[in-house]
């Protein structure tokens, strides 16, 4: 008994889809989120929390977009959200840094004015 023609159609149809399906669920490639968390740890670590909140959100949104992203099987949108993540993360962190430099001057500024004084009463008093 030979297999009937529509049958024979049948098995190519579901092979050809069985084998279209296993190379559309590629794997995703290595480590595609770690970069992405690591720039957000350092930002999280350098105070952006404080000095680059909306940033520091704005990255956090995109990583967790990119993870679902990637739970989806979405490898290239969960790659540009996780570099966009990563983008945000480093402006966050460059900030925090700016912030911190900022506040820095303004401590300097405030004990030379401090010295300033004293000094300054110091000297009237000589007088």
Do not use: C
Request: charged residues 30%; aromatic residues 4%; proline residues 6%.
């Amino acid at each position: 008994m030979t297999p009937s023609r529509p049958k024979i159609h049948a098995a190519v149809v579901i092979l050809l889809f069985a084998v279209s399906t296993a190379w559309a669920a590629k794997r995703p490639p290595p480590d595609l989120l770690g970069p992405a968390q690591s720039q957000l740890r350092a930002a999280r670590t350098e105070g952006a929390s404080t000095y680059a909140p909306l940033e520091l959100r704005f990255a956090e949104e995109r990583l967790d977009q990119a993870q679902v992203a990637v739970d989806e099987r979405d490898y290239a949108l969960a790659s540009r959200l996780a570099a966009e993540s990563a983008v945000n993360s480093e402006l966050a962190t460059l900030k925090a840094r700016l912030g911190k430099r900022r506040e820095a001057v303004e401590e300097l500024k405030r004990r030379n004015e401090e010295v300033a004084r004293t000094l300054h009463m110091t000297g009237e008093g000589e007088q």
